[in-house]
């Protein structure tokens, strides 16, 4: 069974910082590119950000290139979301996703498993 727990989520001002966490259970992160996805209110899923296995390629959406940086500990199954700078249009659910390729995947359809989701709320 694969889990993804994702954590770190809050409220924060715009301008803020927060650390997303996402913890996988082992056979679910050994070998596998890691994405971020982020879901506004009656807005699509989109993606955020994601991580090939080794950290060697790394694929950001253009909103949050140069604020968000994205990294993984595989000792420790856990993939990170930095988020600098928040503006009030990041406030969304975050999901962790499990890629089904091995490379910095962009499609929700090349991810397999998904967490629950983090809420991050930036206030004006």
């Known amino acids: 069974q694969v889990q993804l727990v994702e954590s770190g989520g809050g409220l924060v001002q715009a301008g803020g910082s927060l650390r997303l966490s996402c913890a996988a259970s082992g056979r679910a992160f050994s070998r596998y590119a890691m994405g971020w996805f982020r879901q506004a209110p009656g807005k699509e899923r989109e993606f955020v950000a994601a991580i090939t296995w080794t950290g060697g390629r790394i694929s950001y959406a253009d909103s949050v290139k140069g604020r968000f940086t994205i990294s993984r500990d595989n000792a420790k199954n856990t993939v990170f979301l930095q988020m600098n700078s928040l503006k009030p249009e990041d406030t969304a659910v975050y999901y962790c996703?499990?890629?089904?390729?091995?490379?910095?995947?962009?499609?929700?359809?090349?991810?397999?498993?998904w967490g629950q989701g983090t809420q991050v709320t930036v206030s004006s």
């Open positions: 996703a499990r890629s089904s390729v091995d490379y910095a995947a962009v499609l929700m359809t090349e991810y397999d498993y």
